[in-house]
């Protein structure tokens, strides 16, 4: 296929930045459009600017793009979750029993920036901002856009058009209100909301509380989480439930309440929250959703990639590395030598449809973990006995959560599928008590395998008869 | 609360008018309206009647309506399935090893009209035809019409509006593009569709086939299906792939080749349809979706039942059932004696809402089951064990078929849990020669409940960590 072809992008969010920069580096030409002004030069005050968590899948992404140094440079490490209690005390419990394995946290703002500069330089991709996407024409490969500088209206045509215009995707709405193709479509929504809130740094431009972890204040039916920034402050975010329990979204209206509700579940953070009441009623509550849909493409013509075609909630930490990695599976089906978009565009989503799938569960299943069983005996046994074999037999055992996210070479599905057995394994041996931690670790390794096996095995055979 | 409340129902279908029937039974004002012309009247010529499969959850609401008799008379009994392989040889398959569990045959017309007759009967029971639903204003509680005969516009209010109006309903339509709050919704499409055919009555009125049976005609990835109608004809239907497979929807577009799949693989029925050519051209190709959707209720105002809540595939026979029962419980819970329509509706929702979706999952797994594995060896043998099971233990052993379509008693959600772990129990033991048929019978019962149970508690251990 021709190189000189023009691709249209829409959405320089971080997945578009990448995308751009990576077709840009393989010769296509390339328009990026941004509705958003430039976040670059954007007045963004710091502090305030949310941070995601990068780890092994974006990597890989950010190697196949030759920014990895860079990249680095804005990363803090977090090799744990530091887990609260009510009473303040803090526990570190660690992401893996290897030592290099950990996650970084990242500004959204600063990752996004090094993207756009990186893309810049190739003198085939152009970048506009300030100008939106309202629909996309898909059967002619167009995309109708507003300039919010000038406050008109334009229509742009490229030979592909690929959105990566986020949750809300101009693309997605135009495949659902067509109505030309039959078009699966989901959105759940959490019965939970989260605001963002924010840890200042010390007067001298330190961290507050530990700065090489994910801090977990999980109190089951809600929960509070930190990441640390590279000024020495912490992005907070309250997960709470729109309307359910003594204390949710929607009765949390009064400064009394806030600070009620804080010094009973979050002491000890508030104690490092002076600027709590401001941040509580200045941010917005924002919903927590899922999106799944089918097909991503039409014909040759378009293409959904990254949250446009599946949204997750946050509490794997995999939304950004996940479209990341949808980059690097692209550029894999591009090296392939398709003939035409469409197969390479089939291709795709064949490949991909069921890993991001499976990432969106594991996401939502990671919720529930993260608010209350970190707290529960029984899930601290698991992981305890986990980290001990990742430590003693690096080579020969990974947890779901090690396999998800520091093992970039299998699949969110298989990880999903293995790490779901493991799981299931470890909970019931250690319920039945088949499991003592205090035997060889060696003997339980082995126990651990052949009951993971067990289970691949027997859901197999059910399986077969279910597809 | 009040009986003289005035109810707007939205979907004179069999959910709408049976809703309306017993919503005039228990002495609410109902107004139903309905955007065809009165199915009573209508031109629908015989022997291209749409049939369905009504068996004990529909026939359980049809007793609470007292209405009971008069459906039995319109229903043919069909005791297993008939399958035809390949070569034209017929097997029957039984649908359980109690002879007096079989599911019936009805007209779909001439049961909507009954439910019609019953529900005019009341005179606080009013029915309205060819008035269209086009968006409900779900604050207000006012529907907007559209009056096909004087192509006029109006608007009606109501203390409720219940919307029964299908898989396309307008009230689910208004709450998607409403964005009022947070509304979770999904449709997903197979990827095969679906068209109806048929066999005529022999000349003398008969019946060209087995009467009392499903037939099936199951070839892996494609199947034909027929039910008996009262006047001898058949009701066909081929599902089939749109794009994939040698023969598909997208390429069967000449007589020669539609012809030519027939012979090649539906040969004994292709002799019962010298009317093939023409029901092909005629009949228009449709889709298979499922819709799921929460919340169903805004308020105390609006509320969506039947496939407008919850449009399932209509492979486990239990679309109309599903519906039906949603009106059994939603009779339960008004018995309740709540004080609002808003707690009415919750608590319906809360009650409904997991058991909906279980028949929406059981649906499709049991599309793979019709079309290939009823020719598997190792199913066959599952299916024969269970039938020796359910004729010697009547009251100790229901398969999962019997469960979803015997046991109203029990629910959808409960009848899917079991169901599902004594197929894998059953299926694995199998494949791992663990169970030998020549054995004892009621070493084999035990032996299938005992791994059932291990299977539900081991299950139930990994849940409890997810959720």
């Known amino acids: 296929m021709k190189k000189q072809q023009n691709i249209l992008i829409i959405g320089a969010g971080l997945c578009g930045s990448l995308l751009a920069l990576r077709l840009g580096q393989r010769g296509y030409n390339v328009s ?6 430039d976040i670059r030069t954007a007045n963004i005050s710091a502090g305030r600017s949310i941070n995601l968590a990068l780890s092994d899948r974006g990597i890989k992404a950010m190697k196949l793009a030759g920014i990895e140094d860079k990249v680095r440079e804005l990363c803090i490490p977090m090799n744990g979750r530091m887990l609260h209690d009510i009473e303040g ?11 290099h394995e950990y996650i970084n946290s990242i500004s959204r703002g600063l990752l996004n920036g090094l993207l756009l500069n990186e893309a810049e330089k190739h003198d085939n991709v152009k970048i506009h901002f300030n100008k939106k996407c309202k629909s996309v024409d898909f059967e002619n490969t167009t995309a109708l856009f507003k300039d919010y500088k000038s406050n ?9 058009i690929i959105a990566t215009d986020g949750a809300g995707s101009a693309l997605r709405k135009s495949y659902y209100l ?9 959105q759940e929504w959490l019965s939970h909301g989260y605001k963002e809130l924010s840890f200042l740094p010390t007067e001298n431009g330190g961290f507050k509380t530990y700065k090489n972890a994910l801090h977990i204040w999980g109190r089951d039916s809600f929960m509070l989480i930190a990441l640390p920034n590279l000024d020495g402050s912490f992005t907070v975010t ?20 806030v600070i009620e509700f804080f010094q009973k579940y979050f002491k000890d953070a508030l104690e490092l929250m002076p600027n709590l009441i401001e941040d509580f009623f200045t941010n917005p509550t924002s919903p927590l959703g899922t999106v799944k849909c089918s097909p991503w493409h039409y014909k040759g013509n378009t293409l959904l990639m990254g949250d446009a075609a599946h949204a997750i909630v946050p509490f794997y930490g995999q939304g950004m590395n996940a479209s990341f990695e949808d980059v690097t599976v692209f550029d894999k089906v591009l090296d392939e030598g398709h003939e035409d978009w469409e197969t390479i565009f089939k291709t795709y989503e064949k490949h991909r449809k069921r890993d991001t799938d499976a990432i ?3 996401a939502i299943d990671n919720f529930h973990e993260m608010k209350g069983h970190v707290n529960n005996a029984i899930f601290r046994e698991k992981r305890n006995l986990e980290m001990a074999l990742e430590k003693n037999f690096p080579d020969n055992y990974s947890s779901k959560y090690s396999l998800v996210t520091f093992n970039e070479d299998i699949s969110y599905h298989e990880a999903m599928l293995k790490g779901r057995a493991q799981d299931k394994a470890i909970l019931n041996m250690l319920a039945d008590k088949e499991l003592d931690l205090n035997d060889d670790l060696k003997t339980n390794l082995e126990k651990v395998k052949a009951a993971t096996q067990e289970i691949l095995d027997e859901d197999r055979v059910a399986k077969d008869f279910k597809h």
């Not at 990026?32 to 002004?37: F, I, S």
């Not at 709470?240 to 309440?257: A, M, P, R």
């Open 178 to 186: 067509g109505k030309k193709f039959l078009f699966s479509f989901s």
């Open 89 to 99: 005390k803090m526990v570190m419990a660690p992401y893996s029993g290897r030592e």
């Open 238 to 257: 309250l997960f709470l439930s729109y309307e359910d329990g003594e204390y949710n979204f929607g009765n949390l209206t009064t400064e009394e309440k």
């Open 32 to 37: 990026l459009y941004e509705m958003r002004p």
């Open 152 to 160: 008109t209206e334009f229509v742009e045509d490229a030979d592909v």
């Open 360 to 362: 969106a569960d594991l």
